[in-house]
Nanobody
Framework: QLQLVESGGGLVQPGGSLRLSCAAAGFSLGYYAIGWFRQAPGKEREGVSCISSSSGSTYYGDSVKGRFTISRDNAKKTVYLQMNSLKPEDSAVYYC???????????????????WGQGTQVTVSS
């Protein structure tokens, strides 16, 4: 069974940091692009970041550029999202998802991603 599991969410103060992990099972992670998405109540799911399978190229949504960093460790079958300088508007459920063909659309849309984790809650509040 193919599975993605997110972890690392929690409650942090504005300006704080969290590192999210996306662990994969059932496939070789290196064949897939992995994206991070988030969804807050009443809002559409938003693409946050993506890392490609071949070149390792990274992409970020405009709202997180300069604050978030995506990385991958194919041997550990894990993708990470380091989140720094967190803001209250970053509060959301964060999901990781895989794209079978290994590429990252520059706009990080939801549609090309086929397998999704269950999400991890990130709350940024004073």
């Amino acid at each position: 069974q193919l599975q993605l599991v997110e972890s690392g969410g929690g409650l942090v103060q504005p300006g704080g940091s969290l590192r999210l992990s996306c662990a994969a099972a059932g496939f070789s992670l290196g064949y897939y692009a992995i994206g991070w998405f988030r969804q807050a109540p009443g809002k559409e799911r938003e693409g946050v970041s993506c890392i490609s399978s071949s070149s390792g190229s990274t992409y970020y949504g405009d709202s997180v550029k300069g604050r978030f960093t995506i990385s991958r460790d194919n041997a550990k079958k894990t993708v990470y999202l380091q989140m720094n300088s967190l803001k209250p508007e970053d509060s959301a459920v964060y999901y990781c998802a895989s794209e079978y063909f290994g590429g990252c659309p520059r706009s990080i849309p939801v549609a090309p991603f086929d397998y999704w984790g269950q999400g991890t809650q990130v709350t940024v509040s004073s």
